[in-house]
Nanobody
């Protein structure tokens, strides 16, 4: 079992930056694919970025967001720069054992609001 807790969300103006963090407990992160997903109001949850054997980003955030992980501290982070109003969403940290599988574990989510 993996427990995930996000932090770092908030309100920021367009063009600003935020850094989200996710702390894991229960298992070591080094054995998991870790990722960030988001859900905007009225929309389905969508993939943002993942970190496993390689790092992958959604086209909408490529070049602006950076995912990083510290397996020793059991944490992952999402550095978000050049934020846009369309980045407004609840951001979720997630983990899974296999790349081809659905996400197994989810955090509770953290709200990110970008004002224009």
């Amino acid at each position: 079992q993996v427990q995930l807790v996000e932090s770092g969300g908030g309100l920021v103006q367009a063009g600003g930056s935020l850094r989200l963090s996710c702390a894991a407990s229960g298992r070591t992160l080094s054995n998991y694919v870790m990722g960030w997903l988001r859900q905007a109001p009225g929309k389905e949850r969508e993939f943002v970025a993942r970190s496993g054997t390689n790092t992958v980003y959604a086209d909408s955030v490529k070049g602006r967001f950076t995912i990083s992980r510290d397996n020793a501290k059991n944490t992952i982070a999402l550095q978000m720069n050049s934020l846009k109003p369309e980045d407004t969403a609840i951001y979720y940290c997630a983990a899974k054992r296999r790349l081809s599988a659905p996400w197994d574990y989810w955090g509770q989510g953290t709200q990110v609001t970008v004002s224009s």
